[in-house]
């Protein structure tokens, strides 16, 4: 028999927390925006919210007290004051609290100009305010209107706690504490003006995700418009990263030898010893910005990121589907199938038969890797498709020396290709290709660890200790079009030289400069902007990678019926 205590216990077990008086403007602005906020732990900054937080400074310094009941004292001025209530079931900062004898008013900082609308605000705001003055009266105080200051304009806006207010703001609280105890998050806004302002877009995907539901006729580039920092990478095996205000700090020997700044920087990547301090790894915790380990070789090792994404509901999604066969065989014959695509691809735009002249690739070479895509898209069964994956890899691997130039390919240059081999690689290209696919795993197991994904459990590569299936999953259509693109630019344009190789009885692989090298043409390539096939609009490959991941996330949540590949012409 269940005690009381258990009972009580599970069900508030079942209720969502409290909610926050500032999701209540993002519920009625957009309930998806406030789920993914709010349930899902989603938040990225734009310009919009970077100029909110820094024109809030102010206001967020508490000052004043607020006191027992507004009989107490004649005049109330504080900032940054925190209430909640149980009843209620909400909670608020609020950014001022003025208080006479003529009642107490809460007072929201908004950062833009006054909206010239018959209510003077829009709903969202209003909803907002009157949430916080309901929290007023709650605590005893008479609270009959507030303020909402917009900074922009330097204007103060009445918003009166009537009727129709109160009720929007309490149907309000109700939906949105009933939107917290939903598994799914509510169907995006279409063709809706909110949305290209929203610092969100570039996770919700509202546009792409009504494109192949044909629901919408266009997809506006509304993420695209802003990028993250850079990859800061670190070789010397005598570096040591520092935290010193703002920025990281690299010294050797106790020498300042480079600097960044944090807000400049999307990650660190250490080679071999180098190491990193504390309070430097503390303040990529609070800013996620994730630190990579690699082997002096190259070899990806790991990543450290904070406590990571808390919308376990994706992860819960991706190992559901991850044990589902179909699902497996249906994800892996597309990203295979994609992946011999674009191997096709780089080879028709490289092919390079003789000094100063190129021709085009053999039709028949073409042809059969046509088959092998309509194969790997057919293929009943995950050992079929192995084998196919096997035979085109085979195929390419066998002409993949006629995209470097035939100059390099001579003996004096060292760039001869006779096949593939990973470990060791026996020859500079396969070295540079084995270094390449390296950064790219490490690139998309960041990539999927910061959208909320699973970097280790995949649908297509076999579970193993330590390996990241579903960034190898996700790779695939790109090792061509990003890693082996790579490896060809820079050996053609003379980037990378025979003289920048180590080699032994141990294998062949890259020094110091010419890892320097090599990680410059990696990162040009990244950052180099494509045209979507699907969506056309212009996007860099690392901005890609996270669109490309956020869609798989779409796709396992049932909001659209297939993962769109990457596929380029």
Request: one cysteine or more.
């Amino acid at each position: 028999m269940e005690s009381k205590s258990d009972t009580a216990t599970d069900h508030a077990d079942s209720q969502p927390s409290l909610v926050p008086a500032r999701m209540l403007n993002e519920y009625v602005y957009c309930p998806r925006l406030a789920y993914m906020m709010w349930v899902e732990g989603e938040f990225a900054h734009n310009a919009d919210t970077v100029e909110g937080a820094i024109r809030h400074k102010r206001v967020d310094k508490a000052s004043g007290a607020l006191p027992e009941s507004e009989d107490e004292v004649e005049k109330i001025h504080a900032r940054s004051v925190h209430l909640s209530s149980e009843r209620l079931g909400l909670t608020a900062k609020i950014d001022l609290v003025e208080g006479d004898a003529d009642g107490t008013r809460p007072v929201d900082y908004k950062k833009g100009k006054r909206p010239h609308t018959a209510m003077g605000a829009y709903d969202p705001e209003r909803a907002q305010l009157c949430a916080q003055g309901l929290l007023l009266r709650e605590h005893g105080f008479c609270s009959e209107y507030g303020y909402l200051y917009f900074i922009g304009s330097k204007e103060r806006v009445k918003v009166d706690f009537d009727e129709s207010l109160v009720s929007l703001t309490m149907s309000s609280i109700e939906g949105l504490r009933a939107l917290g105890l939903a598994d799914k998050a509510p169907e995006p806004l279409v063709d809706s003006p909110k949305c290209p302002r929203c610092s969100l877009a570039g996770i919700c995907l509202p546009d792409e995700i009504g494109f192949i539901n044909h629901a919408t006729g266009g997809v506006r580039p509304i993420f695209a418009e802003t990028e993250d920092g850079l990859p800061l990478y670190v070789q010397s095996p005598a570096s040591w990263l520092k935290k010193d205000g703002d920025r990281i700090v690299i010294e050797e020997k106790k020498e300042r030898v480079a600097e960044a700044r944090y807000s400049d920087t999307s990650q660190v990547v250490l080679f071999g010893s180098a190491g990193i301090s504390t309070p430097a790894l503390h303040e990529c915790f609070r800013r996620d910005i994730p630190v990579t380990f690699m082997s002096y070789g190259g070899w990806f090792l790991g990543h450290t990121v904070g406590t990571g994404h808390k919308n376990v509901m994706t992860r819960t999604l991706q190992y559901k589907a991850s044990f589902d066969p179909r699902v497996c065989l249906r994800l892996a014959r597309k990203l295979v199938a994609g992946k011999i695509y674009n191997c096709r691809t780089l080879l028709r735009r490289n092919w390079k038969e003789s000094e100063g002249k190129e021709l085009k690739a053999p039709t028949e070479l073409l042809l059969a890797m046509k088959n092998d895509i309509a194969r790997a898209a057919s293929a009943k069964g995950m050992p079929e498709l192995l084998g196919i994956e096997g035979n085109a890899a085979r195929r390419y691997f066998e002409n993949f020396d006629r995209m470097i130039s035939p100059e390099k390919r001579d003996e004096k240059f060292g760039f001869d290709f006779n096949g593939r081999s990973r470990r060791p690689p026996k020859d500079p290209v396969n070295a540079l290709l084995s270094f390449a696919y390296a950064m790219l795993t490490r690139e998309w197991t960041v990539t999927l660890s910061a959208v909320g994904l699973d970097p280790y459990r995949g649908f297509y590569h076999q579970i193993r200790h330590g390996r990241p299936a579903l960034a190898l999953d996700l790779m695939e259509p790109f090792r061509p079009l990003v890693a082996d693109s790579t490896v060809i630019t820079s050996i053609n344009n003379g980037e990378i030289k025979s003289t920048d190789f180590v080699r032994s009885a141990a294998g062949c692989s890259l020094k110091a400069e010419g890892r320097k090298s090599f990680l410059a043409a990696f990162e040009r390539r990244l950052a180099q902007e494509v045209t979507h096939p699907i969506f056309k609009y212009r996007i860099s490959y690392r901005r890609l990678f996270e669109v490309q991941a956020r869609l798989l996330i779409r796709y396992l949540a049932g909001e659209i019926p297939r993962y769109p590949n990457f596929l380029t012409r």
